[in-house]
Every structure is written in structure tokens, then in C-alpha cells.
């Protein structure tokens, strides 16, 4: 039975309609399908740039903190360390510097300023005395003295007594003295100790090793 003209056009309508939806679905499949794949391969590689920020930050983080957290503070920086040591170094030398010509007040007021300036360190901030003293006169004497730090000894924060911050190091003292035309060279190893006070670092005390506590008056005329 042959169908009408009318129901022919329809039909064939209807087929052609079917047809362009079946492509359009087999596109619609094929560009979010791509999608869906282009998606799990970025996704592992954002995963991976996570990780990969987190160790370095975590890293970073662990490298930063571990001198500030990772133990105690230093009792002494190493600014005022260089500072306490050059204390050392200028009273060392200097209570070694003088010559015959040398005035007992004048030569020791700047040293004693170095120091606590107590009774102990103002008797052993002194010139030659005595016999040693009348011969530099004679001999016109002159000595010069050269301090270096070789190593400190000890780093302490006396926190019960509340006396503060002190050092005490190791320091080579060389004292050329100058007799009659005569030089004579001596070296000695002195135990030099400074604490802090009104937040400067002064001379408490020093010791050549196995003697005692010795000045420069004990040296002279040596």
C-alpha cells in the first residue's frame, strides 16, 4: 500500500531530525569525553604541585626555625663577644704600655675605666713601684704591650645571684720593654675575666696560669 505524498514528507522529516540529533550526540560525546581526559591528566599534576609546594615550604619552614627553636639562645652574641674581647685586648696591652716619664694617676684613670674599678683591680692597675720603678728611671725603660684573645674559657649567666653576664678567655700578652738600649721581649698566657655592668663589658679580674693574680708592677724590671 502506497502511503501519501504528505506522510512521505513527514517521515522523511522525522528521519532527518533523528539524524541530526544522533550526530549532535556522538559530538556532545566526543568533546566531553576529551574533557573528562584532559581533566584526569591535569588533575595529578595540580596534586603534585601541592606536594611538591608543601615539602618545600614545610623544608623551608623546618630550616628557618630550627636555630631560633631548634635549641637555646647563646648567652653572649657574637657582637658582644668581639666586644668583651676587645676590652680584654686594650686593658692587657695597656696596664703593659708605659715608660719612665709615665705619671701614676694619668697612666692608670683610662685603664681603670676598662675596669669594675673596685679595690682589687685599682691595686693591680698600677706602675712599678719601689726598686723595679727607681731603675726604669735610671735605665730610661720604656714598654710596650700587645694583647690578643687566643680562645675563650668560659661563657656564664650567673641567674641566682643576679650578677649577670661574664667572660673569661685566654689572652697572649706580649710586652717589649726598651732598657739602656736594650730590648727584651716577654710573652706570658693570662686567664683575663669581664663581666657586664650598666651594659658594657669591664675588667674583673685576671691570672696568669698556676700564679695568681699579677699586674704590671709585678713584671717590671723582670
Request: charged fraction near 20%; charge should be negative.
Amino acid at each position: 500500500m502506497e502511503l501519501p505524498a504528505d506522510d512521505k514528507r513527514t517521515g522523511l522529516l522525522a528521519l532527518g531530525v533523528l539524524g541530526i540529533l544522533f550526530v549532535l550526540v556522538l559530538v556532545m560525546f566526543t568533546v566531553f569525553d576529551g574533557d573528562d581526559e584532559g581533566g584526569e591528566e591535569d588533575g595529578p599534576a595540580t596534586a603534585a604541585t601541592g606536594q611538591a609546594d608543601s615539602a618545600t615550604g614545610g623544608q623551608n619552614s623546618s630550616d628557618t626555625d630550627a636555630p631560633s627553636g631548634g635549641g637555646p639562645a647563646p648567652i653572649v652574641t657574637g657582637v658582644e663577644l668581639s666586644r668583651a674581647h676587645a676590652v680584654m685586648a686594650q686593658y692587657m696591652a695597656g696596664i703593659n704600655t708605659y715608660d719612665h716619664r709615665s705619671d701614676s694617676r694619668g697612666w692608670s684613670v683610662p685603664l681603670l675605666e676598662l675596669t669594675t674599678e673596685d679595690t682589687r683591680m685599682k691595686q693591680v692597675t698600677a706602675l712599678p713601684t719601689g726598686k723595679a720603678w727607681d731603675t726604669c728611671v735610671v735605665e730610661k725603660c720604656s714598654s710596650k704591650g700587645e694583647a690578643d684573645v687566643v680562645r675563650d674559657a668560659v661563657v656564664s649567666a650567673d641567674l641566682v645571684r643576679d650578677s649577670g653576664r661574664s667572660i673569661s678567655s685566654l689572652v697572649k700578652v706580649t710586652a717589649t720593654v726598651t732598657a739602656t738600649g736594650d730590648n727584651t721581649t716577654q710573652t706570658n698566657r693570662w686567664l683575663v675575666s669581664v663581666e657586664e655592668k650598666s651594659g658594657q663589658w669591664v675588667v674583673s679580674g685576671f691570672d696568669v696560669f698556676g700564679l695568681g693574680d699579677m699586674g704590671a708592677s709585678d713584671q717590671a724590671g723582670e
